[in-house]
């Protein structure tokens, strides 16, 4: 059974920073590619940040110099440092893991954070 968790999420005010984590179980870590997106009501769910096993980040523009992305291969875990946070920042955050040898994709149950002051 394929499970990613993800926690870390909340209330922020602005310009404060929040880490995302994603805990996955049950797939080889090491063979995905993991990423993170966010959506808010009424919008596409859109690519934040992608990480794959080997190779190079990538960024939305949004989010590039403030937001890293980062996998600990070790424990199953990808994170999500974000930082100078700002009230369009706010959404509910998704942990993805997409297989470079398949095509599974699996997503987590999501995690609200709020940027308010």
């Known amino acids: 059974q394929v499970q990613l968790v993800e926690s870390g999420g909340g209330l922020v005010q602005p310009g404060g920073s929040l880490r995302l984590s994603c805990a996955t179980s049950?797939?080889?870590?090491?063979?995905?590619?993991m990423g993170w997106y966010r959506q808010t009501p009424g919008n596409l769910r859109e690519l934040v940040a992608l990480?794959?096993?080997?190779?190079?980040?990538t960024y939305a523009d949004s989010v590039k110099g403030r937001f890293t992305i980062s996998r600990d291969n070790a424990k199953n875990t990808v994170y999500l440092q974000m930082s100078r946070l700002s009230p369009e920042d706010t959404a509910v955050y998704y942990c993805?893991?997409?297989?470079?040898?398949?095509?599974?994709?699996?997503w987590g149950q999501g995690s609200q954070v709020t940027v308010s002051s």
């Open positions: 993805t893991a997409q297989s470079t040898v398949s095509r599974n994709v699996y």
């Open positions: 049950g797939i080889i870590f090491s063979i995905y590619a």
């Open positions: 990480i794959p096993p080997g190779g190079t980040t």
